[in-house]
């Protein structure tokens, strides 16, 4: 299938692997971007999350040539000014390190100059639609309405994308991440987020212990997920402002942060220690969902 004569104009060539152009690309399985202020945006589905996001936006696509007649109608959607880099597959395994079997790639930023993805400035920008701040975020969840999530120390690229897709199936509000926990916008954590990370809501790298202050100061409820929860989640309905917080598997969540929160269990069979902490966020968000 032949591209259409506008986005015939609007593809670059790239046949060196050490072209300059593709930089942001190179050996991306090992280089954190994020922490320069940009990420990889990986798989058409993705690339959509992206495409609608207010937050986030492309500085430039990196496709395998075989995919591009396949991608017209979505690559319409990209801005102008954004360029498209198209390579055969061996020029671009080269550059991103491995085998890209999705065979599309995208580098983004976050719209709001000068900060990291997920920074923590004092303002809201009008084009990203999100306060900056820790409050600012927490008031701006609690006016939406629906459940946030908040993970504390969750270190697993994997678990922190799976939380990300199942809050946003059943209608979170937002996700807060404390410093601990992993970035969203790793690449891995977009994959498995499905892109969701890019048009969910999210705050992340403020202490655990802030986090929780600033949750009741911004009228949220906390529930703290535990095997020792004191009530059981079938006891649980849906109300306003509640803040679902997360621990990792292994130590779970601070003693000091339990006993600010109401604390609710998941009845299992015995001899079942606990639930992968993205499956367990799924089954209380969904009951949320059902109860709301």
Do not use: W
Request: with cysteine; hydrophobic share 45%; charged share 25%.
């Amino acid at each position: 299938m032949p591209v259409s004569p506008s986005l015939a104009a609007r593809i670059v060539g790239i046949a060196d692997p050490g072209d300059p152009r593709v930089a942001d690309y190179r050996d991306i399985r090992d280089r954190d971007l994020v922490a320069r202020g940009g990420f990889i945006a990986e798989g058409t589905v993705v690339l959509d999350h992206l495409l609608r996001s207010t937050r986030f936006r492309p500085t430039s696509l990196f496709l395998l040539k075989s995919r591009v007649a396949g991608l017209d109608a979505r690559l319409s959607r990209v801005p102008p000014d954004v360029p498209i880099y198209v390579a055969e597959r061996p020029v671009m395994d080269q550059v991103a390190g491995f085998a890209v079997h999705r065979g599309v790639l995208a580098h983004a930023m976050d719209r709001r100059a000068g900060d990291a993805p997920g920074g923590t400035g004092a303002d809201t920008d009008r084009d990203a639609g999100e306060p900056r701040d820790l409050q600012g975020f927490l008031e701006s969840s609690r006016r939406k309405g629906g459940p946030l999530v908040v993970a504390i120390g969750l270190a697993n690229h994997d678990n922190v994308g799976a939380i990300f897709r199942n809050a946003a199936a059943f209608g979170a509000s937002g996700v807060v991440l404390d410093a601990t926990s992993c970035h969203p916008l790793y690449r891995k954590a977009i994959r498995v987020a499905v892109g969701t990370s890019l048009t969910l809501p999210f705050h992340h790298g403020a202490p655990a212990d802030a986090i929780v202050e600033r949750l009741e100061a911004s009228g949220h409820h906390p529930l703290a997920l535990s095997p020792r929860g004191r009530r059981r989640l079938a006891e649980m309905t849906g109300k306003p402002g509640l803040a679902l917080v997360l621990g990792s598997e292994g130590g779970g969540l601070p003693e000091r942060l339990m006993r600010r929160a109401e604390t609710v269990r998941i009845e299992m069979a015995p001899g079942i220690d606990s639930l992968n902490v993205a499956t367990a966020a799924a089954i209380v968000l969904a009951r949320l969902y059902s109860a709301a």
